[in-house]
């Protein structure tokens, strides 16, 4: 296991299933390392806030797998900036607003579907977008805040 932080290791960032499935790739690029890095050092700060462990269920996405799950061409998680979790903190209603009460900084906060919670990083703006993902006539349509 390559350890990125106390409680994050690279596996955990580049797991999945469907990757698995379809024999794609899915190592981070040497380029992409950083971005990594510093999306594990804000899930500490994201754990701390909860305090509870999170699970990530999608990490680093390559464009091939990316593409295959259905994730916009321009995802944060090709970039390696991004991820979706569970904790049992609670639901992804609760997780998300207990991030922004504690004022963790990210880039975009997604309660996606109350499922799981995407949240995103940048390593120079984080806008603080606070988004509801519904399903509306079988398409995904973005609200703004927590519904």
Not at 23 to 40: E, F, G, H, R, Y
Request: a positive charge; aromatic letters at 6%; one cysteine or more.
């Amino acid at each position: 296991m390559t350890k990125l932080t106390e409680h994050f290791t690279l596996e955990e960032f580049t797991r999945s299933t469907t990757a698995s499935r379809l024999k794609i790739d899915n190592s981070v690029p040497a380029d992409l390392m950083p971005n990594v890095q510093l999306t594990a050092i804000k899930l500490e700060l994201v754990r701390k806030a909860l305090g509870k462990p999170i699970i990530i269920t999608s990490g680093y996405r390559c464009p091939a797998l990316n593409a295959k799950v259905g994730g916009v061409a321009t995802s944060a998680h090709t970039k390696g900036l991004a991820v979706d979790f569970k904790s049992s903190f609670g639901t992804p209603k609760e997780i998300c607003q207990r991030l922004i009460d504690s004022g963790v900084q990210f880039d975009k906060l997604i309660q996606e579907h109350n499922q799981w919670v995407h949240i995103g990083f940048s390593s120079t703006n984080n806008r603080q977008i606070v988004l509801t993902a519904v399903k509306n006539a079988g398409k995904t349509l973005y609200k703004s805040g927590l519904v």
